[in-house]
């Protein structure tokens, strides 16, 4: 399979993530598990990222991998920390002779690999996303499949621009939420308020804000007791709101 091929494989797999998901957190988690079987190779994978100067593992398929890079991280030397700090790809590290970074390569080895990679990807200029590999064949990794893991990162952090885009989406959906609830019982109120006092909407209007002014609540808390005073119930809630599904953006390529 050619390059484009198997990224246009790549996102297809990825697509129902990027649209679904709530979080960047959720998105990168589904990311890792697939990591597995886009890549080919049995193993424990993670991705990590250099957020204020702090290197973070955001997701990962097990706790042994978590290990792994929390020893790199400690010690401020291992492959993810060359591939985050310096966007640096050391290509497949032999854990049975590895001598640069002796104490990660120490607890990897105690937790059953011999064979790790740590695979960059830029998101934007100055911010990169790692992918860790962890396996216990080094040989497993050569060749096609720590290819496909470039490849496979790299779509990933392509999508990621437009994940938090659709997740600050989803934040905006919930302010617009309460923004129409609010609208909501605010309406119901000054229909009371026209009825009670035989007047228009506007002079309605004009008793809200007094009262929200001067007992210093919300304009919505006051049409809420309006509506509780003179009708002896609460105010109904307004019909369920329903963002449109966002929609499928690709990342430019």
Known sequence: ???DAFRHQVWTRLERSVVETTSVQDYLQDA?????????????FSLSVLLYGNLLTVATTD???????QVEFDTEAGPCVEALRNGVDTGVVDLR???????????????GFHGAAGIPAEITPGQR????????????LHGEPVHRARLFNQEVARTLPTVLRITEQGQLAEHLQE???????????LGVLMAQ?????DEAFGILRRASQHRNLKLREVAAAVIERFTGHAAAEPPPFTPPRPARDRPVR
């Not at 706790?63 to 890079?69: G, I, L, M, Y």
Request: hydrophobic content about 45%; some cysteine; glycine content about 4%.
């Open 32 to 44: 890792v598990l697939a990591t597995e079987a886009v890549v080919g190779v049995e193993g424990s």
């Open 129 to 140: 996303l790692a992918l860790n590999l962890y396996t216990p064949d080094p040989e497993a």
């Open 63 to 69: 706790r042994s991998a978590w290990d792994a890079d």
């Open 97 to 111: 002779t590895e001598q640069r970074w002796p104490a990660w390569a120490a607890v990897s080895t105690l937790l």
């Open 1 to 3: 399979m050619d390059d």
């Open 197 to 201: 006092n035989r007047c228009t909407r």
């Open 179 to 189: 923004a129409l609830a609010g609208r909501s019982t605010i309406d119901q109120a």
